[in-house]
């Protein structure tokens, strides 16, 4: 966590921008005011990030026509931009799973630079530690919501600048006036009725929308993985299990590059006129394998079977620290979280670096140490998942321990849970991390990448 105040503590949020490289699923930002084009647009063009922007619309030229008119231009390069006439005055950027800034810098090269602005860059630990996650897509999906957000056009772009002439000729008291007839779209006086329990109550149906949606686009697959499954790949493994390493082929096969980068967006534009034809040509090319591309034979032969023995219902409650830091090793999503936590969190703080393997077993002590607020540690919360309640509501008991504040617990979110409970149950729910929703968008489905 920094503090950034520009020049008064020589910290730029420039200087926070992600580099090439650094693993990013996608940009959301609410920047109220803006001209500039040369720091997070080209940021986001440059690294082929998705980024979704919310800024603000009135009769006073919030956004200059330049700015609007490259975000416009390059919708083309996954570049979405929404307005919020009157009453948007929020200074918020999240690149989803590298980190946040918070704070009081317009999107202006003098915010940026110059100004004395101050506001918070949260890492991406410091997002899970403080369970900012869920708060921070909660706030984004507000604002899709709103019936008052409109997109961008060249309509509007027109307008404003039109209004921009009128405001270099016109005497300030009369500019308001005569720019307000010029608006297209109509005043907004703001949110007012926007209550704790409605916002947590479309959060939760969200969720369950998108987990059926996306389940049954698993379910599609299921159907099919055995018509294509590789010689090497043993008729009884479970049919879950299969398309989750198909998809995990795909992702980093497929749509990996050879420098590294992951471009599913471009996937997504290239395919999602015709997703079925995507996902033919890529299970034709999964069946053609001589052997696992990437070590999928090792999730089959030992990951997932060790998963499934360890959260058996006679075993979980049970498990010892070592039984939890195999778990960990078996889960992709841990794997990859626990690589980006700081060594002090893991109670190392007098060193500065550790290998994956080498932060598992402090990892795994760390974790059986924490409790939610219920008293629960991590063996009790995956059994309630796994062992209690109808098994077709088992999206709602993943929904509560990891999104709500009575049963979370800090580093072992959504796609850690997800992820394990399908290799404990396949017979009744898929695994699923953010890998999975990222290859499924690269075949061309409309899936949100956080889910």
């Not at 999730?299 to 006679?314: M, V």
């Not at 979110?413 to 690269?442: D, F």
Request: with cysteine; charged share 25%; proline share 5%.
């Amino acid at each position: 966590m920094k503090l950034i105040a520009s020049g008064v503590n020589k910290q730029f949020l420039s200087s926070y921008l992600p580099k090439k490289g650094d693993e990013v699923d996608g940009v959301l930002a609410a920047i109220a005011y803006g001209n500039d084009t040369d720091t997070l647009l080209k940021n986001c063009i440059d690294n082929k990030y998705r980024l979704d922007i919310w800024m603000r619309y009135d009769h006073t030229v919030p956004v200059q026509p330049r700015l609007l008119s490259q975000l416009l231009k390059n919708i083309k390069n996954n570049i979405f931009c929404q307005l919020i006439p009157d009453v948007l005055h929020s200074k918020i950027i999240w690149w989803k799973g590298y980190g946040a800034y918070i704070g009081s810098a317009n999107l202006t090269n003098r915010a940026w630079w110059t100004n004395i602005e101050t506001g918070m860059f949260f890492t991406e630990e410091d997002i899970i530690s403080n369970n900012l996650t869920s708060q921070l897509e909660s706030f984004f999906d507000e604002l899709n919501d709103l019936d008052e957000s409109i997109p961008l056009s060249q309509d509007i772009i027109d307008e404003q600048i039109e209004i921009l002439v009128l405001r270099k000729k016109s005497g300030a008291d009369e500019i308001d006036s005569k720019a307000k007839k010029i608006r297209k779209v109509p005043v907004f006086n703001g949110v007012s009725d926007y209550t704790k329990g409605s916002v947590v109550d479309k959060k939760k149906e969200r969720f369950r929308q998108e987990w059926q949606s996306t389940i049954a686009k698993i379910d599609n697959i299921a159907s099919q993985i055995n018509d294509f499954r590789p010689k090497w790949i043993s008729a009884d493994i479970p049919a879950y299990w299969q398309v989750d390493q198909f998809l995990h082929a795909y992702y980093y096969n497929e749509v990996r590059q050879k420098n590294n980068t992951y471009p599913y967006e471009e996937f997504y534009s290239n395919h999602e006129r015709d997703p079925n034809s995507a996902l033919m040509n890529a299970l034709v090319w999964w069946q053609g394998q001589p052997e696992a591309p990437s070590n999928e034979d090792d999730t089959f032969n030992y990951s997932a079977p060790k998963l499934r023995e360890l959260l058996a219902k006679d075993k979980l409650l049970s498990l010892s620290v070592d039984d939890i830091e195999e778990m960990c090793r078996c889960t992709h999503a841990t794997k990859d979280h626990l690589i980006k936590m700081t060594t002090a969190t893991l109670g190392r703080p007098d060193i500065k670096t550790l290998s994956r393997e080498e932060r598992l077993p402090l990892f795994a002590s760390w974790l059986m140490a924490q409790r939610n607020q219920k008293g629960q540690d991590i063996r009790q919360i995956l059994f309630d998942i796994l062992y209690t309640g109808k098994p077709e509501n088992i999206w709602e008991r993943i929904y509560s321990a990891s999104m709500t504040d009575e049963l979370w617990i800090p580093h072992y979110g959504i796609n850690s849970i997800a992820e394990v409970v399908g290799w404990a149950q396949p017979e009744t729910t898929p695994p699923r991390n953010g890998r999975t929703n990222k290859s499924l968008r690269a075949l061309g489905y409309p899936i949100r990448i956080s889910f």
